[in-house]
């Protein structure tokens, strides 16, 4: 559409400089000046082709301007773990994933449409390099919050941890595929910016590159998933292991029960006070805490009747991974605890 009005405008021209010249023919003070009309007509033509040029010059720039407008952010969101569980940090991972797919999804079908005729325009290039350059900061998102979950729960989620250690490693092939395309890509750019024929070659490895891609997207869409449901379905279960455990020693009176209920509340800020729990802490944790339920059921007399409910319920946000409300447990029932 902008090449018609641009033909018409110069036409328009052409026809104006030749009305002047037959004017000037006609009426001019010299009636021995002609005018070429061949040289007219050329130059009007050339005025047309350099416009056409200026035009597609600036729209090309803007087209640029607009993507370089819009990069990828550079590096990962940091998130404060000290405000989430356990369950709401590997949610915040499970959604960067997806996210991480989705933008590789659209790279991927941009890629598609792009190449579909076997060649790639200068601004067609240049939005490749972009989309592949939003997978990237999401694929780095993703991997950012996974490690740090890796970092607070390796010891205590013991059992669903290599689950996603392969989510990782996917994100990490995923991520390695997304840089080789991209620097394929900055390869035909930096072609095209040399004025040289596209290669069909390299065409073709974005294809295979797409294929890829699309392979470890289904993959890792299957591994994530695995994740997150068996690490959900795990929670209660492990709470249930650390609540139920057995007394193995009962104090001989109030003092001797309330001492141990001292020791639980001492023994969780100790191994909280690092921001990670283990699995060997909780254990150690939850058998203090069987032990003063007991203790305290056995001699703690009406005034106490609560602080056992309240011990099994701490416990079970340990084991849940609930260490920001545990944190503000703790404080609540030392706060129940009398001195005698």
């Known amino acids: ?13 052409l026809v104006f400089i030749i009305s002047i010249a037959c004017q000037a023919t006609t009426f001019g003070k010299s009636p021995t000046a002609t005018v070429d009309l061949n040289a007219t007509v050329n130059a009007a033509v ?9 035009i597609k010059t600036t729209v090309d720039s803007a087209v640029l301007a607009t993507i370089t407008a819009m990069p990828p952010h550079p590096s990962p969101t940091p998130v404060n773990s000290d405000d989430l569980s356990e369950e709401d940090l590997a949610d915040e991972v499970n959604n960067a994933v997806t996210e991480a797919n989705n933008a590789s999804q659209q790279s991927s079908n941009y890629t598609d449409q792009a190449t579909s005729d076997n060649t790639l325009t200068y601004q067609e290039a240049y939005e490749m390099a972009y989309y592949y350059g939003l997978s990237q900061a999401e694929i ?14 390796y010891e205590l989620a013991e059992d669903t941890v290599e689950l996603l250690t392969i989510v990782v490693e996917d994100l990490e092939q995923l991520a390695s595929t997304t840089s ?9 750019i930096q072609v095209l910016e040399d004025g040289q024929i596209i290669d069909t070659e390299l065409i073709k490895s974005l294809s ?14 299957i591994k994530s998933n695995e994740w997150i449901d068996t690490l959900k379905g795990s929670f209660e279960l492990r709470a249930s292991e650390f609540i139920n455990l057995e007394a193995n020693q009962i104090a001989g009176d109030r003092i001797g029960a309330l001492n141990i209920a001292r020791d639980y509340i001492n023994s969780i800020n100790s191994s909280l006070s690092d921001g990670i ?8 944790i939850a058998q203090l ?23 099994n319920n701490l416990t079970g946000q340990l084991a849940r991974g ?17 001195r005698r």
């Open 1 to 13: 559409m902008k090449r018609k009005k641009i033909t018409i405008y110069a036409l328009m021209i």
């Open 46 to 54: 050339a005025a047309t082709e350099n416009a056409e040029t200026m």
């Open 140 to 153: 780095e998102e993703a991997l950012y919050l996974a490690e740090l979950y890796l970092s607070l729960y």
């Open 180 to 188: 080789e395309a991209l620097n394929s890509v900055e390869n035909i």
């Open 208 to 221: 295979d590159y797409n294929d890829l891609i699309g392979n470890q997207i289904i993959d890792l869409d």
């Open 277 to 284: 729990l283990s699995r060997e802490e909780l254990f150690s």
């Open 289 to 311: 805490g069987a032990n003063a339920s007991a203790s305290i059921n056995q001699f703690g007399g009406p005034q106490l009747n609560n602080i056992s409910g309240n011990i």
């Open 322 to 338: 609930q260490l920001p409300q545990a944190k503000s447990s703790v404080g609540e029932l030392s706060n129940l605890i009398p």
